[in-house]
């Protein structure tokens, strides 16, 4: 079992930054490759940023390349996500998710553990 927690969201001005955080304890996070997803009222919960298990692939939604950043500090296992350049269409739920044996990261069925979310606003 993982247990995932994060953190760091709020409320932001347009073309503002953020950093969120996702904490996991339980088994070694190393372990997982884990990516970042939202979900917007209304909308099916989308792909957002993965990265894979040593750090050294990362992957991002069309959306977002270029103004998100996915990072991981295996020795904390903590897995961040930098937005910059935010917008109001980015306002959604975050969640942090973590899978193992990942084919396709875009995917929300690859991953196992789920965090419970933090909420990004970004008002037009």
């Known amino acids: 079992q993982v247990q995932l927690v994060e953190s760091g969201g709020g409320l932001v001005q347009a073309g503002g930054s953020l950093r969120l955080s996702c904490a996991a304890s339980?088994?070694?996070?190393?372990?997982?490759?884990m990516g970042w997803f939202r979900q917007a009222p209304g909308k099916e919960r989308e792909f957002v940023a993965a990265?894979?298990?040593?750090?050294?692939?990362?992957y991002y939604a069309d959306s977002v390349k270029g103004r998100f950043t996915i990072s991981r500090d295996n020795a904390k296992n903590t897995v961040y996500l930098q937005m910059n350049s935010l917008k109001p269409e980015d306002t959604a739920v975050y969640y942090c998710?973590?899978?193992?044996?990942?084919?396709?990261?875009?995917?929300?069925?690859?991953?196992?553990?789920w965090g419970q979310g933090t909420q990004v606003t970004v008002p037009s």
């Open positions: 339980g088994r070694t996070s190393s372990n997982y490759a």
């Open positions: 998710a973590a899978g193992r044996g990942i084919a396709e990261p875009t995917t929300v069925s690859e991953y196992d553990y």
């Open positions: 990265i894979s298990r040593s750090g050294s692939n990362t």
